[in-house]
């Protein structure tokens, strides 16, 4: 890292050690938003709900943005939860993680790792009258009653989607999978019923591979999940799987765990844990950007600009550009035309002299790379990883070009693969740790101008 900096950017990095996440943010009427919503990216489950520390931690530096948590169901390992409290929820949703609650009660009947405590039903195996599995079927019905009620109390508003957990078992046990099927189908109709979305975690060969083949081979015979959770241990973070066909849950209904059971370190924090990609609803999509009336702020590059002189005039566009940008910061009152005017100028050295820079006529290539990394209303800036959207996003790409002109990244407002490379590269050329999260210490780094 450049020796001259080093000071301020510490300064700099703790003006903004509070930070809140981008989305889901809460409701007008201070409730909270239905989770996980639309969202690409990634996530992590652990059987036991971190604490908040943790939580703040990997908030900042790891790439995850979505959390599993198992908030009901007798046969989960982790029954007694200490820190999963109606505050626990509300913060973390506020700060801007996507929870995914996950129920794991009654498992199949020829699975002998259950029941696990020996007061953990197994789902009733027997087909019962017309050999439509009732008593299984009453057992889903129950169970999301308990899950939608467990919900509830901790503040996971309708429009969430609900897990069940149902681990592999032999699917080639007839009584075994109808019953499992019939559970599962009870399961869904109470979920959608109690106005919740229904989503069923599983092995991709065993549960997700069952529901996969219920959907084209019997279609309409159970009530299917919204949303499925391949548990497929490939190593690859995307949703797919040669187990089941492309084109069920698509697009938007599917969560692949790729990796099992392991240790991660973010943030100084070790965590075990299990993997996963989300592909869900309509996926991570920034809304619409107007800028003054329609102006253009976004570019490839962001040239130095100064008063034309000598036959040289600044770009109009950028120059408009750069009206706008100051305009909304309230430094800027005069038109917008893509002339350097004596009040643009008057502007320019207004902003310089608030944050003690030389106060010249020109605006430099680190003038543009401290101004996009001003929050909206002088704010904290907040956590951005693959899978957030929005202003804040677009404002980082903007600080990305403007720093280095070779990385043209074209500003959507969605914090994608692109985006991830593109602040791990910064990172590594300022010496910052490459996490390709843009969180505090890159932030500090952007509003020092370093370029």
């Not at 002998?112 to 197994?122: A, E, I, K, N, Q």
């Not at 697009?251 to 993997?275: A, C, F, L, M, T």
């Not at 003054?292 to 008063?307: D, H, I, M, N, Q």
């Not at 002088?378 to 677009?394: E, F, I, M, Q, Y």
Request: proline share 6%; net charge positive.
């Amino acid at each position: 890292m450049h020796r001259p900096f080093r000071a301020l950017l510490s300064t700099l990095a703790l003006s903004v050690a509070l930070i809140l996440g981008v989305i889901p943010a809460a409701h007008a009427d201070g409730t909270n938003p239905p989770t996980p919503g639309d969202f690409t990216g990634y996530g992590f489950d652990q059987c036991l709900t971190p604490e908040q520390y943790k939580m703040n931690a990997w908030l900042e530096s790891s790439p995850f943005l979505a959390v599993g948590i198992y908030i009901s169901g007798k046969s989960r390992a982790c029954r007694d939860q200490p820190n999963l409290t109606p505050a626990w929820v509300s913060t973390q949703l506020k700060k801007g993680w996507r929870l995914l609650p996950i129920t794991l009660g009654p498992q199949a009947d020829c699975l002998d790792r259950f029941p696990r405590y020996g007061d953990d039903p197994t789902i009733n195996p027997k087909p019962g009258r017309k050999g439509r599995y009732g008593k299984a079927r009453k057992q889903g019905v129950a169970e999301a009653t308990t899950a939608v009620a467990e919900a509830t109390r901790l503040g996971i508003v309708p429009g969430s989607t609900l897990w069940y957990d149902l681990e592999g078992f032999n699917v080639n046990n007839t009584t075994c999978r109808e019953s499992a099927l019939r559970f599962l189908s009870g399961w869904t109709t109470q979920i959608r019923q109690l106005g919740y979305v229904s989503g069923v975690y599983s092995s991709v060969g065993s549960g997700i591979k069952m529901l996969d083949d219920a959907r084209v081979e019997r279609p309409g015979v159970f009530a299917l999940p919204d949303r499925i959770w391949l548990a497929r241990w490939d190593g690859v973070a995307n949703t797919s799987s040669d187990y089941i066909r492309e084109d069920g849950w698509r697009p938007g209904g599917r969560v692949k765990q790729y990796k099992g059971g392991h240790d991660e370190r973010w943030g100084g924090v070790r965590i075990n844990i299990d993997s996963n990609y989300l592909e869900l609803g309509n996926g991570s999509v920034a809304p619409a950007e107007v800028r003054c009336g329609g102006t253009r702020v976004s570019f490839k590059e962001y040239p130095r600009l100064a008063p034309p002189k000598a036959g040289q005039r600044p770009g109009e566009r950028k120059v408009t550009a750069l009206k706008c940008l100051l305009r909304e910061q309230s430094v800027y009152s005069g038109n917008l035309r893509g002339t350097y005017s004596p009040k643009l100028v008057q502007a320019i050295k207004a902003w310089k002299q608030a944050r003690g820079l030389k106060t010249t006529k020109a605006w430099s290539q680190r003038n543009w790379v401290m101004l996009f990394a001003v929050a909206d209303g002088g704010g904290a800036n907040p956590v951005l990883k693959v899978g957030s959207t929005g202003d804040d996003v677009r404002r980082l790409q903007r600080a990305l070009n403007a720093a280095d002109g070779a990385t043209q990244l074209p500003v959507t407002g969605v914090f994608d693969g692109f985006t991830e490379r593109a602040v791990r590269a910064y990172q590594a050329r300022t010496g910052l740790e490459g996490s390709g999260v843009a969180g505090s210490q890159t932030w500090a780094a952007l509003a020092a101008g370093i370029r």
